[in-house]
């Protein structure tokens, strides 16, 4: 019996500002023909996946994106338990979706969440989708906390930064895309950049097995560089995603 019921699977990596590759990346797929039915999302490929989801098309993720200022961190304010609040963007998320469901998408979504009490990851696929999301996007000590149903979760890169696991039950295909190449510094200043810094080299050493499960594996290396909270270069981030594909034989997808 055959019980993958989706053609396509698509898992979208975390990255903060980098998910805007996310989107060039997707518009070549959709020029070659491969549009997902199943998405994973972790922290900003959770915000990607979501409107995804949701059935918008890159084009239109992309515009309502930078109308929105979705991942525009620096708007953000200064809570507690870490230096920025994600409140803004589940705000923004809601009025997007119109405060959606799992249940009310168009196409099934998976967003990982790192449990800070359990110490293990989940795959979130009920509930609110905007809770979730930000849950999913909020980088430890950058981002405070979220807590759904008393659990408290942080960013679901973490424990699973390209979410290929949830999928492979359910898709024919998947196609993973990484955009979170571990760069070498030349210095680390402020405890941000040092908390920032930290979570990327355990997001470089985490579930790296996984990636070779998938049929497809998109490593956008030339992301090295871009900081993951600066969002003024939005249209080179999108190029880069989207000439990489373009650049890719993909005949035998």
Request: overall charge negative; aromatic content about 6%.
């Amino acid at each position: 019996m055959n019980l993958k019921k989706h053609k396509v699977g698509i898992a979208l990596g975390g990255g903060g500002s980098r998910g805007f590759a996310h989107l060039g990346v997707l518009k070549a797929l959709e020029e070659h023909g491969i549009v997902p039915d199943a998405i994973a999302g972790s922290s900003a490929g959770a915000i990607v996946g979501a409107l995804l989801a949701s059935g918008m098309t890159a084009d239109q993720i992309l515009e309502s994106m930078k109308e929105n200022t979705l991942t525009d961190f620096a708007k953000l304010g200064l809570p507690r338990s870490g230096f920025m609040t994600l409140d803004y963007l589940r705000e923004e998320l809601n009025s997007l979706l119109s405060q959606a469901s799992f249940a009310d998408l168009q196409h099934r979504l998976f967003v990982p969440v790192s449990n800070l009490l359990s110490g293990e990851v989940e795959y979130l696929c009920e509930g609110s989708v905007a809770e979730a999301v930000q849950a999913s996007a909020s980088i430890p000590v950058v981002f405070t906390p979220v807590e759904i149903d008393g659990q408290v979760y942080v960013d679901g890169g973490l424990l699973d930064n390209v979410p290929v696991t949830p999928l492979l039950g359910c898709c024919e295909k998947v196609v993973a895309v990484d955009i979170m190449p571990l760069e070498r510094l030349e210095s680390v200043e402020g405890m941000r950049e040092v908390a920032i810094r930290t979570f990327q080299i355990a997001v470089g050493s985490a579930r790296r097995e996984q990636l070779k499960a998938s049929t497809l594996l998109i490593e956008l290396d030339q992301m090295a560089g871009y900081h993951i909270l600066d969002t003024s270069k939005t249209d080179e981030m999108y190029e880069i995603g989207y000439k990489h594909v373009q650049g890719m034989d993909l005949s035998g997808f």
